[in-house]
């Protein structure tokens, strides 16, 4: 995608340990993720900083911001995913709309 559309000018990792990945994973209950075991989200993890590392000295103005998801599951609480969405639309200096909890997501929350 770099080649067609260029670098990102920001990055918003999400981040948490794989045991609250495979916590999430079993709450979720699909089918299609039952196989996934630790050691491939340990490896996943750490492919995802390696490939953030390299984006980063590819592009040094690169903003990322990294959100840890490990105490609070922004996915599943509505207010909490609103605060993130505020401190990111405040901090990149956009307006507020631009982020937002989608419809019908307040009877998701934990």
């Known amino acids: 995608m770099i080649d067609r559309i ?4 920001l990055v918003v990792h999400l981040r948490c340990t794989p ?9 979720r209950g699909r089918s299609q993720e039952a ?3 630790r ?10 900083d390696r490939r953030l590392e390299q984006l980063q000295s590819e592009s040094p103005g690169l ?19 609103q605060a993130i969405a ?3 639309t405040s901090s990149m200096k956009l307006p507020t709309e631009v982020l937002h909890v989608p419809a019908g997501a307040a ?3 934990a």
């Open 86 to 88: 505020s401190e990111l």
């Open 19 to 27: 045991d609250t990945q495979l916590r999430r994973i079993a709450l």
């Open 107 to 109: 009877e998701n929350q």
């Open 39 to 48: 050691a491939y989200l340990v490896e996943l993890c750490a492919a995802i």
């Open 6 to 9: 260029g670098h990102p000018s």
């Open 63 to 81: 903003a990322v911001i990294e959100v840890d998801t490990d105490e609070v599951d922004y996915a599943t609480n509505p207010a909490s995913a």
């Open 35 to 37: 196989g996934i075991e």
